[in-house]
Nanobody, 126 residues
């Protein structure tokens, strides 16, 4: 099993920045890639960004391209989501997730992820 723990959420004004961290522990050698999802109140969970562990290839949802950056530190078993130019519509609970399968295309569906963190709240005030 793999355990994921997010940190770094909080309250920020529009235009501000936050950096989310995801610490992985357990059988981390099983992880092929990781991603970030978010869920706003009354809405479905949606994909934000994903990164492959080996080559660092990334993929983002359109609304965060140019503002968010996903990264990983394999030696530390850490993942990150740098969020800049935050908007009120970015307000949500953000979840870190990891997957084991070597998907050839970017895994955008939550069902393709095997492990999930507990989530961290991000609130952007206008």
């Amino acid at each position: 099993q793999v355990q994921l723990v997010e940190s770094g959420g909080g309250l920020v004004q529009a235009g501000g920045s936050l950096r989310l961290s995801c610490a992985a522990s357990g059988r981390t050698f099983n992880i092929f890639g990781m991603g970030w999802f978010r869920q706003a109140p009354g809405k479905e969970r949606e994909f934000v960004a994903t990164i492959k562990r080996n080559d660092g290839n990334t993929y983002y949802r359109d609304s965060v391209k140019g503002r968010f950056t996903i990264s990983r530190d394999n030696a530390k078993n850490m993942g990150y989501l740098q969020m800049n130019s935050l908007k009120p519509e970015d307000t949500a609970v953000y979840y870190c997730a990891a997957y084991r399968m070597p998907w050839t295309s970017a895994p955008l569906n939550a069902d393709t992820y095997d492990y999930w963190g507990q989530g961290t709240q991000v609130t952007v005030s206008s």
